[in-house]
């Protein structure tokens, strides 16, 4: 069992007969009153975000879980496969189970959550950052840069990220998984 002041991002935890991953969460000391702990939490089974309250020292039931390094291999529309880099076993796990699938190029070594009860792969935990190189974007209109003006931009793994005026197709850009925003552009 596990307290409101365990939790953290990334805590796995039983409620209401689902497991949840816990993705933000805040400790709220108002002037009168007990504290709290507001969180928004993720299902594991059916990527439903939920927003909860817990009231101070409310005990939670924790699920014990494991990491594993995995590498992503590819996706066939309804499942992405994944490779253990220890004992090259394979799983499949659906998109919902995902926090940012668009960002994830074939290759890119991800974190997997494992239950130890049932060793059912609960999430995946993708770096903080990738690295992705731009494949189509409109030219940037010289004498607009007054403002922090953005443009859309196609990276190769087909996802969609707002980036500056100065990118150009072939770029090289680093991307905030968390997000989905553009971090910086990278030197090849």
């Given at each position: 069992m596990a307290s409101t002041s365990d939790i953290r991002n990334g805590l796995c935890i039983r409620y209401n007969n689902d497991i949840y991953k816990i993705i933000e969460f805040l400790h709220v000391k108002p002037g009168k009153g007990p504290a709290f702990v507001r969180t928004k939490m993720k299902s594991v089974t059916n990527g439903k975000v939920l927003d909860n309250t817990f009231s101070a020292g409310h005990k939670l039931e924790d699920v014990r879980v494991e990491t594993h390094k995995f590498q992503f291999l590819y996706n066939d529309g309804e499942f992405y496969h994944f490779m253990n880099t220890e004992d090259y076993t394979q799983?499949?796990?659906?998109?919902?189970?995902?926090?940012?699938?668009?960002?994830?190029?074939?290759?890119e070594v991800v974190t997997v959550i494992i239950n130890t009860e049932d060793n059912m792969p609960l999430s995946v935990e993708m770096p903080a950052s990738v690295i992705l190189k731009v494949t189509?974007?409109?030219?940037g209109i010289k004498g607009n840069t007054a403002t922090n003006a953005t443009k859309p931009a196609t990276v190769e793994t087909g996802a969609t990220v707002h980036v500056p005026l100065f990118i150009n197709e072939g770029d090289v850009i680093?991307?905030?998984?968390?997000?989905?925003t553009y971090k910086e552009r990278v030197k090849e």
């Open positions: 799983i499949q796990l659906r998109e919902s189970a995902l926090d940012n699938p668009g960002l994830m190029k074939e290759g189509a974007t409109e030219p680093k991307v905030e998984t968390e997000k989905g």
